[in-house]
């Protein structure tokens, strides 16, 4: 009966974080569209609404802590409840990616040059994706389909760097859009970082199941070297 009450908690914990999953994806998403559209008042609605974004955060993690703390979990289910809150953390982290986004769409003003849409559109498709099915694999403890999604990063990182470019040239071309277009880095950037952070929960997947730390993108050093830079 006990083993049945600990595995009913840990559903529910794995509901809640795919429910915090799916607020953090709708974020990108909508900062995003905000920022195509130039739709400050969306941007400022996302910044705002981010704050629930971290209150879930907490919920969970109180409810993996107390499990913890009462269950005294070992092996599996310690790898499991500990890798749920590493992966709480870093989507909270991807709220944030997407609250910055909106800010620095708030911050923009007129960009005197083309400012590639699509590929930042794409960017952001692609990382929601991999977001999405990063936590099915999690949830399932799939190490196929988690070992599969980190090689799709390397699509973001192309459609990155061909919008640094974009932009550094937009800039050197007009240096007198140098401000506005410092932020147009930032939100690519926002958005390559996001897809690093999907790498992290795929890592945690494969340690659940097999007790052992693939490296499968950057560390988590250099996310907070980079994430420094704030």
Not at 78 to 84: D, F, G, P
């Amino acid at each position: 009966m006990a083993r049945e009450i600990f595995e009913k908690k840990i559903k529910q914990i794995q509901d809640e974080i795919l429910l915090l999953g799916s607020m953090v994806e709708q974020a990108a998403l909508d900062s995003v569209a905000a920022f195509k559209n130039r739709d400050v008042q969306s941007a400022k609605n996302i910044i705002e609404d981010d704050q629930n974004i971290n209150d879930k955060r907490f919920a969970v993690e109180n409810a993996i802590l107390i499990l913890m703390a009462t269950q005294q979990p070992l092996a599996h289910d310690l790898r499991l409840l500990s890798a749920m809150l590493l992966v709480a953390n870093e989507l909270e982290r991807m709220g944030d990616y997407a609250k910055g986004i909106a800010r620095n769409t708030v911050r923009l003003g007129i960009v005197d040059f083309p400012i590639p849409y699509r590929d930042i559109e794409k960017m952001s498709e692609l990382a929601v994706g991999m977001l999405h099915r990063s936590l099915s694999a999690f949830v399932k403890e799939d190490i196929k389909m988690a070992v599969a999604i980190p090689p799709e990063d390397d699509e973001v990182d192309n459609l990155f760097n061909k919008c640094y470019r974009t932009i550094v040239n937009g800039m050197i071309a007009n240096p007198a859009t140098i401000d506005d277009a410092s932020l147009l880095l930032w939100i690519v950037h926002d958005l390559e970082r996001f897809s690093d952070r999907v790498i992290n929960i795929c890592e945690r997947t494969v340690f659940i199941k097999s007790g052992e730390m693939m490296e499968m993108g950057a560390s988590d050093e250099e996310m907070d070297e980079l994430d420094g830079e704030d």
